[in-house]
């Protein structure tokens, strides 16, 4: 079964370090991958997607997240953090391109301290 | 970009009562759309998915007699939860996919079941 494991709960990171969100998924086929980010009282936002080609994938935001596969993960990173970084971020895995029957990871609520 | 738009945000009912929830995709058409319900520290699980015009697809385990879907227009999705209980307090989510867009999620709705 489809599954998606991001093992921290809570990260907390300065202002201006550097970030990486660890996300491993369990899948059978070709993973399409994704990550979103939710800020309180907002709709999920599609930070990047991984469907083929470059396993190192910019998205908005000054984010990127690497795939590898021989590691089944899709770490999302960031060089410098801002303050309105600050927010729930998710990995998802699909069957497809189409963004049908995401699976979802948990959750990682990130804060950042001045 | 895209917006979808939930309504409400926020919901407390008296047990045995209904509760509907809209979904609108505001400027584009919403082929399908997805329901989510989250639990505390859990991850969003996919309940069904909603083509307009057609019967929705519920996901195993989840009641299509007490979670109402209906897809009436390409902009508008409706889940009733019908005679709600408290167990059915969660974080309801949906989210709308046009045809080659990205899927856009609502801001979600918060249901209180007392």
């Known amino acids: 079964a489809q599954s998606v494991t991001q093992p921290d709960i809570h990260i907390t990171v300065s202002e201006g370090a550097s970030l990486e969100l660890r996300c491993n998924y369990s899948?059978?086929?070709?993973?399409?991958l994704f990550w979103y980010v939710q800020s309180p009282g907002q709709g999920l936002q599609l930070l990047l997607k991984?469907?083929?080609?470059?396993?190192l994938v910019q998205g908005i935001k000054g984010f990127e997240a690497e795939f590898k596969r021989s590691q089944s993960s899709f770490n999302l990173r960031k060089p410098s953090v801002h303050w309105s970084d600050a927010a729930e971020y998710f990995c998802?895995?699909?069957?497809?391109?189409?963004?049908?029957?995401?699976?979802f990871g948990t959750g990682t609520r990130l804060l950042v301290s001045p | 970009g895209a917006v979808v738009s939930q309504h409400p945000s926020r919901v407390i009912c008296k047990s045995g009562t209904s509760v509907k929830i809209e979904c609108r995709s505001l400027?584009?058409?919403?082929?399908?759309m997805f329901w989510y319900r989250q639990f505390p520290k859990q991850s969003l699980m996919l309940m069904a998915t909603?083509?307009?015009?057609?019967?929705?697809?519920?996901e195993q385990g989840v009641e299509k007699d007490k979670f109402l879907i209906n897809h009436a227009s390409l902009t508008l999705s409706t889940l009733t939860v019908t005679s709600a209980h408290p167990e059915d307090s969660s974080f309801y989510i949906c989210?709308?996919?046009?045809?080659?867009?990205?899927?856009?999620f609502g801001q979600g709705t918060r249901l209180t079941v007392v």
């Open positions: 989210s709308a996919v046009g045809v080659r867009t990205e899927a856009f």
């Open positions: 899948y059978g086929a070709t993973p399409y």
């Open positions: 991984y469907f083929s080609g470059d396993t």
């Open positions: 998802a895995v699909g069957p497809s391109a189409g963004f049908q029957k995401l699976v």
């Open positions: 400027d584009f058409q919403a082929t399908t």
């Open positions: 909603s083509n307009e015009g057609s019967k929705a697809t519920y």
